[in-house]
């Protein structure tokens, strides 16, 4: 539940990073998230060790690494593209579904599934969903949930 909680921050993080005018650069994002996993991933494994701390700190040191390299990688269009389709798939989709999008210039691709539909007290639906990013051979997954807006948008809870 941990991973989850931390993994939709970080699918938030950047969406909402993406659309700053003074947003960072695409290795600072990549990192930052990779970072983040890293540290959930390093905490994971090293839950009942003595040396937890250090799991956790080369998690993040690796997982920043690994998230430089991919958001390098990954340009404008890819996110507008990755965002679109994930918009498209929460509205437009059942359950297990899967919509794809590939961007034929990066060779950069990926996928958003709905995994569960609930409706708030307040009649507000959300989504559970998962995403896939496929960038040079390398796949990242990140899970979250999302609910829809007034205007008919979906945003990403945190």
Known sequence: MRIKIISTTVLSASLLLAGCSTAPTKQ????????????VLGSALGDGHADKGWAIALGIIF?????????????????LLAAQNLQYSLESTKDGAATTWQNPNTGNG???TPTAT???SDGTPCREFTTEIQVGGETQQGYGT???QADGSWKIQS
């Open 110 to 112: 990926g996928t958003a």
């Open 118 to 120: 609930v409706v708030k």
């Open 146 to 148: 999302a609910c829809r």
């Open 63 to 79: 997982g920043a690494v690994i998230g430089d390299q991919i958001g390098e990688q990954l340009d404008e269009r890819d996110r």
């Open 28 to 39: 600072e994002q990549g990192a930052a998230a990779g970072a983040v996993i890293g540290g």
